[in-house]
């Protein structure tokens, strides 16, 4: 074969390569991984040796790699970018030494710049991947922003629509009680009206600060102090359980800026939350510490733990792995609220069968004050 039969051949292969990946590009719908998986069979076939020819493909920090490209030999590396950003890297090479001209003449000029055109190619489906990547998780953050704003008008049409017919019912029910002229069983059954109108009171307060209904009351605050309140009385109840409380506080703890009644809330809500989590006992500890401008209130528990697919649904509104009836799924959605109101965040780790950590981090001083 002479040397423009030759030349003839290598161009064709080439121009086989560019036409190969544009239809990969096509049928693959800015399926990246698709789009590089199928570059790396079509790459080598381009090479002036495609027997020997291997192929690495490096798209953010993501590795592509034919089986034999760990043997290659000096491969030639072009870069993956658009401008000053960069993706990544294209090498090819081959896995076996090659000798004399073959070596001198390793990678002809044609082939370094088809190189550079898939290279280039490459870079702009990356582009391409990542835009559409963003369009569609602003596109979920819209319609979960449209799902809570919903979410928050009904509860607070909820809240209101109930507060005057319980306000009614706990207010006779004291009276009654106040009368003194009942038996031992009506007594009870008032008692027990009294305590289901205030535990209905409280799920309702839930509701009102889910959908910011409640005003906030700013004041210095210290959390070694809601701590101690708080655990003193949990405690003592859930003791006969066999679920021990623990207190690691900071001595030092500087005080914060928030409301002492939400702070509370959300104390009550992640212990709460770790005693549903350990059906057969077992430790809550309660942490504070300082966090350079932050204070951090930690509850560690026990428990069960949670999966990686109900970890990712916890702060959603009224979702609940409780049985029906033993939880509003309003707990978590309530202390998330409450603590991106206060200019925090929340840290959450668990693993199945080992327990759960929730970490609430507070700004010292919130903004503007």
């Known amino acids: 074969?002479?040397?423009?039969?030759?030349?003839?051949?290598?161009?064709?292969?080439?121009?086989?390569?560019?036409?190969?990946?544009?239809?990969?590009?096509?049928?693959?719908?800015?399926?990246?991984?698709?789009?590089?998986?199928?570059?790396?069979?079509?790459?080598?076939?381009?090479?002036?040796?495609?027997?020997?020819?291997?192929?690495?493909?490096?798209?953010?920090?993501?590795?592509?790699?034919?089986?034999?490209?760990?043997?290659?030999?000096?491969?030639?590396?072009?870069?993956?970018?658009?401008?000053?950003?960069?993706?990544?890297?294209?090498?090819?090479?081959?896995?076996?030494?090659?000798?004399?001209?073959?070596?001198?003449?390793?990678?002809?000029?044609?082939?370094?710049n088809l190189v550079r055109i898939v290279a280039r190619e490459l870079s702009l489906f990356i582009k391409r991947a990542a835009i559409e990547e963003d369009?569609?998780?602003?596109?979920?953050?819209?319609?979960?922003?449209?799902?809570?704003?919903?979410?928050?008008?009904?509860?607070?049409?909820?809240?209101?629509?109930?507060?005057?017919?319980l306000g009614r019912i706990l207010g006779f029910a004291q009276l009654i009680k106040k009368t003194g002229a009942l038996d031992e069983q009506n007594e009870s059954d008032i008692?027990?009206?009294?305590?289901?109108?205030?535990?209905?009171?409280?799920?309702?307060?839930?509701?009102?600060?889910?959908?910011?209904?409640?005003?906030?009351q700013i004041n210095a605050v210290n959390l070694n102090t809601i701590v101690s309140n708080i655990l003193y009385f949990i405690d003592i109840r859930f003791q006969s359980r066999g679920i021990k409380m623990v207190e690691k506080l900071d001595p030092h703890l500087p005080q914060i800026q928030a409301d002492e009644v939400q702070m509370s809330q959300v104390?009550?809500?992640?212990?709460?939350?770790?005693?549903?989590a350990m059906t057969r006992g077992g430790q809550i500890t309660v942490t504070t510490k300082r966090k350079k401008n932050h204070v951090s209130l930690t509850v560690n528990d026990t428990g069960t733990g949670m999966l990686p697919e109900v970890r990712k649904k916890i702060f959603e509104p009224f979702y609940s792995t409780k049985p029906v009836g033993q939880g509003t799924g309003l707990g978590l959605s309530v202390v998330l609220g409450i603590v991106e109101d206060h200019k925090g965040k929340?840290?959450?780790s668990s693993t199945a069968g080992k327990g759960s950590k929730f970490e609430v981090l507070l700004p010292l001083k919130q903004n503007g004050k």
């Open 267 to 276: 104390l009550v809500n992640l212990i709460t939350n770790a005693i549903h």
């Open 1 to 112: 074969m002479n040397t423009a039969d030759i030349k003839l051949k290598e161009r064709v292969k080439e121009l086989k390569c560019l036409y190969d990946l544009s239809k990969i590009a096509w049928e693959a719908d800015n399926d990246l991984n698709a789009i590089l998986t199928k570059t790396l069979a079509i790459l080598p076939q381009a090479m002036q040796y495609p027997e020997v020819a291997e192929v690495c493909i490096v798209a953010n920090k993501t590795h592509y790699a034919t089986k034999g490209f760990s043997k290659c030999h000096h491969p030639m590396t072009t870069t993956l970018g658009i401008g000053k950003k960069k993706y990544g890297t294209i090498q090819i090479g081959y896995r076996v030494p090659l000798k004399g001209k073959k070596a001198k003449y390793a990678f002809l000029t044609e082939e370094k």
């Open 135 to 165: 369009k569609q998780k602003l596109e979920m953050q819209l319609q979960h922003s449209e799902r809570l704003a919903f979410v928050g008008e009904l509860s607070a049409g909820i809240a209101h629509e109930l507060n005057e017919p």
């Open 191 to 216: 008692e027990r009206i009294i305590k289901a109108s205030l535990y209905t009171r409280e799920i309702i307060k839930k509701l009102m600060i889910f959908s910011r209904q409640m005003p906030r």
């Open 346 to 348: 929340i840290v959450v």
